[in-house]
Every structure is written in structure tokens, then in C-alpha cells.
């Protein structure tokens, strides 16, 4: 069966170590959309962080942004869907990780806020081109009615790898919690994730879930890489990501976005 919507992470998967899409993956994706295909990126960056690589590829269908937490319509800006912590839960938890000694970061539709800006906070501004605030988060969170999309802890990996599964017992209940890169955990309302949301846009489009395929190369992936019917893991994906997926491209510097595309998308379209 022809693949009819495409859903891509970002960092590490669609951008090289750069931070840029490669004139390879750029043609294949445009030449999937000009056949009629869908596609769409799904990250877990904000989506003011996503919106200028949704504009260079001329993405005409909705980006899932904060693991599934928002999704929104790249031009317009309007927010499809939205699923937040609520705010007293993520001062609960923002508290919980400072008497820990951690560093946290929560974000509110396009912003993101942290008490006091540092090395991590830095690195991340770097990564994703966006410029973070400071504040009292117990102050913030007791303003704020609804509640933040997400939470982003930073430490070392072995640091977050021994610190997870505390946080699991205590709010495993109430948050998903998982890991886009080595150095970042990060917390959503419990029940969103990638897959969760890829199947909401699927069904939008009335798309079999046999004719999507996701690629992804990071824990955050794996909802969506184990939801579609073609789940592709990135070359430079870590072990466990590609035991769970159907296909292993290769990497982010190699244009595994591309050869994905070009192999089990343009080349099955009659």
C-alpha cells in the first residue's frame, strides 16, 4: 500500500548536526507533496523553534510540536489542539526537580521560561534559536489558569537515567515522560505523545494507519515510529529505537530523511 502522509522528527533526523536540512531531503520532500503526499514534522521543539523549517519545506498540512502536546497550522499560527500540566501539578513537579538540585525549563505556547539562565539554558537557546526568559516559576505558575505544554529537565544522561524512574513512580500517573536527547528529559500531560497525536492527524486526513510512515531517530520517537504503518528509525538512532522500527535509513549526516523517502514513498507511487 502507497504511504500518503509522512511525519518527521527534527533534530537529529530531518536537520544534520547543523541544525540544516540537506538540498537532498529538501527534494524528496517536495516532490512527495508535489505527488500528492502529506507531510508533516512531529517534535518536540516549540512550534515558533519548528515554523522556519515547516516554511522552507512549504508545508501545507498541520506540524505536531511538544511530543504531540500542540498541534498547529504552520501559516496562520491557529493551534488545532493543545494539551497542557496543569499548573499546580507542574509547580509541584518544578519544585520537586529544584529541591533535587536540577535545572528546569517549562514552556507556554511559544515561550519558554526557566528562574535563572545557565550553561544548559544557553546550549539550548543555541540549539533551537529561541530566546529564554527568566522568572519565578512558582510565581508564573500560580498566574498562569490553564496549565504549560511542557517541562524540559537537563542534567547529565546517568543523572537523568537514575532520576527517571522516581519521577515515573511519583507522576507517571499524571505526565509521559521521556527523553529527546541524552541530556533532556521532558514531561507532557500524560496523554499525549507523537504516535497519539499522528493518529489524530491521520484520521483528520482519512489516512489508513498502514499508509503512514514516521521517522525518528530518539525515545520520543517511538510512539510514532511503533503507531505507523511504516516506521522508520534514522541510522544514527540508538539501539533500542531501531529495534522497534520496521525500516533503519540512514543517518542524519548521510540524508536518511531522503533515502527513506525516495525508497518506500516516491519509488511505490504509481
Known amino acids: 500500500m502507497a504511504i500518503r502522509l509522512v511525519a518527521m522528527d527534527l533534530d537529529d533526523t530531518l536537520l544534520r548536526d547543523n541544525w540544516t536540512i540537506s538540498p537532498r531531503v529538501v527534494k524528496a520532500i517536495q516532490k512527495a507533496q508535489a505527488q500528492g503526499v502529506k507531510m508533516t514534522i512531529a517534535t518536540g521543539r516549540m512550534p515558533i523553534s ?6 522552507q519545506l512549504g ?9 504531540g502536546a500542540m498541534i498547529q497550522q504552520v501559516l496562520s499560527g491557529e493551534i488545532l489542539f493543545r494539551r497542557v500540566i496543569p499548573s499546580s501539578l507542574a509547580a509541584e513537579i518544578v519544585q520537586d526537580v529544584a529541591d533535587r538540585g536540577l535545572y528546569a525549563q517549562v514552556y507556554l505556547k511559544d515561550r519558554v521560561i526557566t528562574p535563572q539562565v545557565n550553561e544548559w539554558s544557553r546550549e539550548y537557546a543555541r540549539i533551537a534559536s529561541v530566546h529564554i ?37 511519583r507522576y507517571g500517573e499524571k505526565v509521559h515522560i521521556t ?16 504516535g497519539v497525536a499522528l493518529a489524530a492527524l491521520a484520521k483528520q486526513f482519512g489516512i489508513a494507519q498502514e499508509e503512514v510512515m514516521a521517522i525518528g531517530d530518539s525515545f520520543n520517537d517511538l510512539e510514532m515510529i511503533k503507531y505507523a504503518g511504516v516506521g522508520v528509525a534514522m541510522g544514527n538512532a540508538r539501539q533500542e529505537i531501531k529495534e522497534q522500527a520496521d525500516i533503519v535509513t540512514t543517518t542524519n549526516e548521510e540524508d536518511g530523511v531522503a533515502e527513506a523517502i525516495e525508497r518506500y514513498v516516491l519509488d511505490r507511487i504509481l
Do not use: W
Open 59 to 67: 508545508l501545507d498540512v498541520p506540524v505536531i510540536t511538544y511530543h
Open 133 to 169: 526568559e527568566e522568572a519565578d516559576l512558582s510565581i508564573l505558575l500560580s498566574q498562569e489558569l490553564e496549565g504549560v505544554e511542557k517541562i524540559l529537565l537537563m542534567a547529565e544522561e546517568t543523572e537523568l537515567d537514575q532520576l527517571a524512574p522516581l519521577l515515573g513512580q
Open 179 to 194: 527523553k529527546s536527547k541524552p541530556c533532556f528529559l521532558e514531561m507532557t500531560d500524560c496523554t499525549v505523545n507523537k
Open 50 to 55: 519548528t515554523r522556519p523549517y515547516a516554511e
